[in-house]
């Protein structure tokens, strides 16, 4: 089926399920799993993880936004769906209609969510967040008692989670991560003694979760390592976790270059000598970085073939001298492995000056989402189909 499509994204359902199951043998039985499958699970598509996340052992689900939220519901996903994000008044409708889980840190919020609770006769749960130090989004510290006994004495509200965010959490440093930790117990026992005993407690992201088990508290959010990705570029995870997504395209044509020819827009590579040039059928129109011209390399039958020139909207070259076989349509693979070698999203976000989270977030639309189980082919979609 890959035979006709110039740019796709492989996503392997059984590494999804099997870093899921990891976190949880690593977090313990009383520790609920949040699958994290915000901006369309970090490229690799939201419907079809959260169903791999949840059928693995994950409980419950988080997003930044109520649309993202909609689109699970509207995929039948009957899970908790935690919105981490803020919530306009004006999303009160939404929330309510599709029974998401909004996160709180305003009266304003809480007042329109009570007023369309009431009109459908329900309660909705909520999590309050606090801002121990990531100076985002949440309410501070100081302020968290009378936020809450304000939402408490709305009628249609119903408290159901506390949670923080580190901001160091990928560091090995963990002074900050274990203040930010300190300033949230000081919270949740402020709010205890003040008669709040909140269900769910969260802090954790998936680094965290790795190297602080005293945040593990109820609940953790695991998103990056959910998807086999590094939490950090300064330590190695824990446990083993495996990579669920391979980028892969095709050569589109493969010629020699005479010496002094110049490639691609603005000249920025001449060749030297004849060089055996690859054409690749991807571009920063797919996602993959501009910043990669000159950089980096591809996958073909096994061997490195350095980018050469600027990568274009659409494609870019490959100095193929090296791949004598390399021909027309072979499968080139971008992040991956091929024949024993492999790129790591980790190593091609480092040579575009960016994260491994960008580095799958940034896939558009049109390259295809292949989704895999036993290493045959379940699902194909769109990032807006999937």
Not at 144 to 162: A, K, R, V, W, Y
Not at 274 to 289: C, E, K, M, Q
Not at 305 to 325: E, H, K, L, T, Y
Request: glycine share 10%.
């Amino acid at each position: 089926m890959q035979e006709s499509y110039l740019t796709w994204a492989e996503i392997d359902l059984d590494a999804i399920g099997h870093n899921v199951r990891a976190y949880q043998r690593h977090c313990g039985e009383n520790v609920r799993l949040m699958a994290v499958v915000k901006a369309n699970a970090y490229g690799h598509g939201a419907v079809p993880v959260a169903r791999a996340a949840l059928s693995a052992g994950a409980e419950r689900l988080a997003v930044s936004r109520a649309i993202e939220g909609v689109e699970l519901r509207k995929a039948g996903i009957q899970a908790p769906i935690l919105l981490m994000g803020y919530t306009p008044p004006g999303g009160a409708d939404l929330v309510a209609e599709w029974r998401l889980t909004p996160s709180l840190m305003t009266v304003e919020a809480a007042q329109a969510l009570s007023q369309r609770a009431e009109a459908l006769g329900y309660k909705i749960p909520v999590h309050v967040k606090v801002d121990t130090g990531m100076s985002r989004y949440g309410v501070l510290p100081g302020e968290l008692i009378g936020l809450l006994n304000t939402i408490s004495n709305l009628p249609g509200i119903e408290i159901e989670g506390l949670f923080t965010h580190f901001a160091t959490a990928d560091s090995a440093d963990q002074t900050h991560m274990r203040a930010q930790l300190a300033l949230f117990e000081q919270a949740l026992a402020g709010a205890h003694g003040a008669g709040f005993h909140v269900p769910i407690v969260h802090a954790a992201n998936s680094a965290a979760t790795m190297l602080l088990p005293e945040a593990h508290f109820d609940a953790v959010r695991i998103g990056i390592g959910m998807y086999g990705l590094d939490p950090s570029s300064e330590w190695a995870p824990v446990f083993p976790i495996r990579p669920a997504l391979s980028l892969k395209s095709r050569v589109s044509r493969v010629r020699v270059l005479p010496a002094g020819a110049g490639v691609s827009y603005g000249r920025t590579y001449v060749a030297e000598e004849p060089v055996r040039a690859a054409l690749i059928s991807t571009g920063y129109g797919d996602g993959f970085h501009r910043a990669l011209s000159n950089r980096g390399a591809v996958l073909i039958r096994g061997r490195r073939a350095p980018i050469i020139g600027r990568v274009c909207m659409d494609q870019f070259v490959v100095d193929a001298s090296a791949i004598p076989q390399a021909a027309q349509d072979d499968e080139a693979v971008l992040i991956g492995e091929q024949g024993g070698e492999r790129l790591r999203a980790e190593e091609v976000a480092a040579l575009a000056g960016t994260i491994n989270y960008e580095a799958t977030t940034s896939l558009t639309a049109r390259v295809v989402r292949v989704y895999l189980e036993k290493g045959q082919v379940v699902q194909v979609g769109s990032l807006g189909q999937a």
